[in-house]
């Protein structure tokens, strides 16, 4: 098979090329990170005004993002009072610095209103109604803990669900620049990936981290019965009477 | 507009004026004088028609044959010398020899070619490239390939900004495919050509160097990718089905 080789033969052809995003995932994402002791304490402020704190708060992140592609594996924590303009400072500098950065915010509602806020964002929802045309699949997956994409959407490159190449939810990793998303979307690999700079905004990571279940008393009692029983036949069985 | 124009990124080096080579400025001066008083011959003609480009296209552009060797060669030289100072025009690629010495391409015999010119966002001639009839490109002696690059088509509302290998690929695809293209002459993208896209502003950069089986294209379509992936610019490639 031969097809034209330039992009002047394509055009020529009345053809258009299909278009890809290019990501680079940067080789340390997968690495193992180790918290270490330092011997340097932390510096502490005993509190400052409003504008003071404004100042401060802006130079360290602007400073941050600025050098973000040369200082690598780095995190900067900013603890500083609501009102500070942290949320701010980290708008105005990616767009200052042109960097392609992860967002996550405390819920999708705070994301939607700062990609209303800040133009150069790109809303990233999780799977719903409105982005997936097969919702309920995904949603009856999820509630039993089943791996979403790759039973429902798409595996080792070949799509399994028949809406795929029109799907709005994978569409919107197509976006370029930098990604805002509830705190959720830090464990989405297709969010992380070509990211250079993550930002956690007030996103509360223990909701997303940790996982809770309600068990009612009932199924506890008999839980605990199954595993009573399951323990006397596994001692039989070791004893040599079962 | 003025604050659109204010948060736009400085570009560190504008067109080649950081070093012993002319500005940008006095290139295209001399290039564009030395396209004036040129002709574009039917060989040419024949040849960018071949490519794709149409003769009105080619003429306001500004390919043109190179002198014939003989009375016609010497009189675009002495017409150049009457224009510029010597010193000058051995500092302007093109120009001079190896040895130093004032001279430009020629035609001769059955070697015949036209020059390519490449022109920067605002029509200034950064660069030229002879293209020999039935044959390869050249690339003017003393270019500074990080100094050269061609825009050609408009943004368009989308923004899309398509790169390539070739002033004229850049050209005949931005006129089939109504597309805002820029072209470098070979496949040695350079800080300073990433430079100049990020002050373009585009919404997408599309590397869309040739689909062939060629092992060094690949490789210069990964390096592309990455250095303007790096630089921050929203990066992707085009694909299809190319020669295989």
């Known amino acids: 098979m031969s097809g034209p080789k330039g992009l002047d033969d394509l055009f020529q052809l009345g053809l258009h090329p299909r278009v890809r995003q290019y990501r680079a995932t940067p080789p340390e994402l997968g690495m193992r990170r180790t918290p270490h002791a330092v011997s340097a304490a932390g510096r502490v402020d005993r509190g400052s005004d409003l504008a003071t704190a404004r100042g401060k708060t802006q130079a360290a992140i602007t400073r941050m993002i600025r050098d973000a592609r040369i200082q690598r594996g780095k995190a900067l924590l900013v603890r500083s009072a609501q009102g500070a303009g942290k949320s701010t400072a980290v708008a105005l500098a990616l767009q200052q610095h042109r960097l392609n950065a992860r967002i996550l915010v405390g819920t999708r509602t705070l994301a939607q209103e700062q990609a209303a806020t800040y133009h150069h964002y790109r809303l990233i929802e999780g799977r719903n109604p409105h982005n997936c045309q097969r919702y309920e699949v995904v949603e009856s997956l999820g509630a039993r803990g089943h791996p979403i994409e790759r039973l429902a959407c798409v595996a080792d490159g070949e799509p399994l669900c028949p809406f795929f190449q029109s799907c709005a939810y994978y569409r919107q990793f197509a976006q370029p620049g930098t990604w805002i998303a509830a705190a959720e979307q830090l464990y989405n690999p297709r969010f992380v990936r070509g990211g250079e700079f993550v930002v956690v905004d007030d996103a509360e990571l223990p909701r997303a981290m940790v996982e809770e279940h309600h068990v009612d008393l009932e199924t506890l009692t008999h839980s605990a019965e199954q595993l009573r029983g399951k323990s006397r036949g596994l001692h039989h069985r070791t004893s040599g009477r079962g | ?244």
């Open chain 2, 1 to 244: 507009m003025a604050s659109q124009a204010q948060q736009r990124p400085e570009r560190t080096n504008r067109g080649g004026n950081d070093d012993d080579q002319l500005p940008v400025e006095v290139r295209s001066l001399i290039y564009s004088f030395a396209i004036d008083h040129l002709a574009l011959r039917n060989e040419a003609l024949v040849d960018l028609r071949r490519r794709g480009l149409p003769d009105d296209l080619a003429a306001s552009v500004g390919y043109r044959s190179i002198p014939r060797k003989g009375t016609e060669h010497a009189a675009f030289l002495a017409a150049l010398r009457r224009e510029f100072a010597d010193p000058l025009l051995a500092r302007c690629p093109g120009f001079r020899d190896k040895n130093q010495r004032l001279t430009f391409w020629s035609a001769v015999g059955d070697r015949d070619g036209y020059i390519v010119p490449y022109r920067d966002e605002l029509g200034r001639v950064t660069g030229i490239q002879m293209k020999v009839l039935g044959g390869k490109y050249l690339t003017a002696v003393g270019t500074r390939i990080k100094h050269v690059y061609h825009i050609a088509g408009e943004p368009g509302e989308r923004r899309d900004l398509l790169t390539t290998e070739g002033g004229l690929k850049a050209q005949v695809a931005a006129f089939h495919g109504k597309a805002w293209c820029l072209g470098i002459p070979g496949q040695a993208l350079q800080p300073e050509h990433i430079d100049v896209i990020s002050c373009l502003q585009p919404a997408r950069v599309i590397v869309a160097l040739d689909q062939e089986v060629n092992p060094s294209t690949d490789a210069a379509r990964e390096r592309w990718c990455e250095a303007l992936w790096k630089a921050g610019l929203p990066t992707y490639r085009a694909t299809w089905e190319g020669e295989l």
